[in-house]
């Protein structure tokens, strides 16, 4: 149950191979770290505003909508609830699917009041998602983080839907302990949450050769620096700053001591600077676009990319299916972290400026530009129109543009909630992409901050 590939101190059993009830995390401390403490984001140059628009639809429709189109309880007995997922590295039930799922139902569950004709529905459904999410997890432990069966496809636990799966039990969690009679099984997923922040950081990332940075993995069994390649949508700045601020606050109830999440404060802080750091390597700055994949190599206190690395079946060098989830990625972190937003409005206010230039009464041109002095060489096709581009692309409207007058602004995120709420939920990716990119334009996610 050891990854032999980790280092000494971070070789441990992946989270759902010891997390069983709510007792404290046996995982080992952070190593202390040789890198000076990484410089705080910018401010937000204005904190707290963000464009929402009417037009995109309601969260709690698209979320029943979802759930009755893509999921199931299939377990004799159990509520535990599967998100089932389609192409891609694997069919069936994956970490993906499941984690947006339990993305939905836990920010979604966080925006609402408890006076909501829904809220104990919405409750209801993200304790179902949880126990879809453990029933996985334990399913995958018996052979520890790097499963001997895998296979070629599969290279241990996937960050993006740990990503998304904390992103949701952890709103959940901080929503639900303000109730005065919160659900019982709120200290389990409050345990859960907290484990899995750290495990995330331990298994999923890895640091440089100098300890400058640590960045994000491709799984907990490969991906890296340099020829181990790079995934730019795998990068969650806003949920690592949640883990940070969580294990900070948590601690005392859920971790090995009273100050340990003092202690992971500075490395969480780390990874959310590399991560900039990484988007700043392989961001276009005439068009923010961003590569599918990528390799990213440590020089000095900076970053360099280059191309020449793919996975997944998409092309390395195109802005497509994967590269555009880095776009939401980002806005969640400028919309749960207003204070701490300078890098995520720094990289979405290129985008907004390039999707002002492709909006015309409506229409959405049937392109994107393409610069050829960045590593983008393509787009993926018909991205106005495959919701799982066009979603995620979208949500960079809720941070203010600087060269977009605010007016217009109003008009390109009216005009890409218009083009969401057209579409529905009758499969799985792009489904999921509208029902996602609904609650970040329609102000359910500023309001689960």
């Known amino acids: 149950a050891i990854d032999p590939n980790d280092a000494p101190e971070y070789q441990t059993p992946w989270t759902c191979s010891i997390i069983g009830g709510s007792g404290p995390s046996p995982s080992p401390q952070p190593s202390p770290s040789p890198a000076p403490v990484p410089t705080p984001s910018p401010p937000n140059p204005a904190p707290g505003l963000a464009f929402t628009t009417g037009t995109a639809g309601t969260g709690k429709a698209r979320l029943f909508e979802f759930v009755n189109a893509l999921t199931d309880q299939p377990v004799s007995g159990s509520m535990a609830r599967a998100v089932h997922s389609s192409g891609g590295a694997a069919g069936g039930v994956v970490s993906e699917s499941q984690g947006y799922g339990l993305l939905l139902t836990g920010a979604i569950l966080a925006s609402l009041q408890p006076t909501d004709a829904d809220y104990q529905r919405i409750t209801t459904l993200t304790h179902e998602m949880f126990l879809g999410w453990r029933r ?40 639900l302990e303000k109730e005065p009679s919160p659900p019982n099984w709120l200290d389990e997923v409050g345990q859960w949450a907290y484990d899995t922040c750290k495990q995330f950081y331990m298994s999923s990332t890895v640091e440089s050769s ?10 907990a069994c490969w991906g890296g620096w340099g020829g181990q390649g790079q995934n730019p949508s795998y990068h969650a700045p806003g949920v690592y700053r949640l883990c940070r601020n969580y294990m900070k606050s948590h601690d005392i109830r859920y971790g090995t001591s009273a100050n340990e999440g003092d202690t992971w404060e500075v490395e969480w802080n780390k990874v959310i600077a590399t991560t900039y750091k990484v988007f700043g390597a392989t961001q276009c700055p005439s068009t923010g676009l961003v590569p599918n994949w990528a390799k990213v190599f440590e020089e000095g206190q ?43 409005a720094g990289f979405l206010d290129p985008l907004a400026a390039h999707l002002e230039t492709k909006e015309t009464n409506g229409n959405w041109a049937a392109s994107l530009n393409v610069d050829g002095g960045c590593l983008v060489d393509s787009i993926h096709s018909g991205w106005s129109s495959n ?33 969401l709420a057209s579409k529905a939920i009758d499969d799985y990716y792009s489904g999921s992409w509208v029902a996602i990119s609904t609650i970040t334009l329609n102000g359910d996610l500023s309001r689960a901050a």
């Open 136 to 175: 996985m997890c334990e399913l995958s432990a018996s052979s520890g983080s790097c499963q001997d069966d895998e296979g070629f496809q599969c290279g241990g636990s996937a960050p993006d839907g740990d990503a998304d799966a904390l992103a949701g039990m952890l709103l959940a969690v901080l929503a």
């Open 210 to 219: 100098s300890g400058n940075h640590r960045i994000v993995k491709l799984g």
């Open 302 to 344: 900076s970053l360099r990319a280059t191309t020449g690395f793919s996975g997944s079946g998409t092309p390395g060098a195109e802005y497509g299916a994967e590269a555009s989830r880095a776009v939401w990625r980002v806005a969640l972190d400028y919309l749960l972290f207003p204070s701490e937003a300078g890098d995520a």
């Open 387 to 419: 919701m799982f581009m066009a979603g995620p692309t979208f949500t960079c409207l809720v941070s203010p543009a600087n060269s977009v007058q605010e007016e217009r602004q109003q008009e390109l995120i009216d005009a890409a909630g218009q083009r």
